[in-house]
């Protein structure tokens, strides 16, 4: 590279980097985000072990934000079952792949179990921020398993609001409602209700006729012109009349080649 020369088409700063999406749209996310943390099949089907977990959602008592040691946080997750996800994680820590691993981002592992306090500055940050694969504060991720404690799990009506009452901390947000009730798709649609409304099935299909061309098809043409086989016949003896009276012209002017 020459001295003072320029890398080519180097990133532009009017590039768009970044892309605006509503409010509300993010806050349906992240509320989506959280219900999706209590259906047990989304947080097994994202990989976390939850085998030995009582219950979803996993609310623990305001007592575990006094916990100071990590030793004492090891054994509270030992005991509500959610252990096993952080030794998960601990055990698949791998060298990332890339040149990425150069610049301070070397190891890569996988997620364990999200721990949501209520308390701000609560001892329990020091306690469980040193286990691999636990992590503090609120996260988004679909099916995540998340471990509450109660005073948090109370604050989350506050934050985003109910069914009847809209949010306290977000102005004007309101939960978005389920369009269907009942998910039992099949049982709907076979239901006495909506089978006397619905129009039957139709057993009988009407297939389109195939269009073809009279000009190129014979048949088609016969049955919307029946003198067409005749003018086509007439047609053909008048060729060959007229070829064989050009022949015969021919051989007359023709001189016999004698010996």
């Known amino acids: 590279m020459c001295l003072g020369g320029c890398i080519f088409a180097p990133t532009k700063i009017w590039r768009r980097w970044h892309k605006v999406v509503n409010v509300t749209q993010k806050r349906h996310a992240v509320v ?3 219900a999706a943390s209590a259906v ?11 085998k030995e977990v009582p219950e979803l959602s996993l609310v623990v008592s305001d007592s575990a934000e006094a916990i100071e040691k990590t030793n004492v946080a090891i054994k509270t997750l030992k005991q509500i079952g959610a252990y096993p996800d952080a030794q998960k994680a601990k055990d698949n820590v791998a060298i990332r792949p890339g040149k990425s691993k150069m610049w301070n981002h070397r190891y890569v592992s996988r997620k364990g179990p999200l721990i949501v306090y209520g308390t701000e500055g609560a001892k329990l940050v020091k306690a469980f921020r040193n286990i691999p694969g636990v992590e503090l504060a609120p996260g988004g991720h679909l099916g995540r398993f998340i471990v509450w404690t109660k005073s948090a799990f109370k604050k989350l009506d506050e934050v985003y609001g109910t069914f009847d009452k809209p949010s306290k901390k977000k102005k ?3 939960l978005p409602r389920a369009k269907m ?5 099949a049982r709907i649609i076979n239901s006495d209700e909506v089978r006397s409304v619905v129009k039957p099935i139709k057993k009988e299909i009407k297939k389109a006729p195939l269009k073809k061309n009279p000009l190129k098809n014979l048949n088609v ?3 919307l012109n029946p003198y067409a086989k005749a003018a086509r016949r007439m047609a053909l003896l008048a ?3 007229r070829v064989k009276a050009k022949q015969e012209k021919l051989d007359k002017k023709r001189k016999q ?3």
């Open 32 to 34: 989506s985000a959280i």
């Open 40 to 50: 047990p099949s989304l947080v097994l089907a994202r990989g976390q072990r939850i």
């Open 172 to 174: 004007g947000y309101v």
């Open 181 to 185: 009730v009942n998910a039992d798709l």
């Open 221 to 223: 043409m016969l049955k």
């Open 239 to 241: 060729e060959a009349r």
């Open 257 to 259: 080649i004698t010996k």
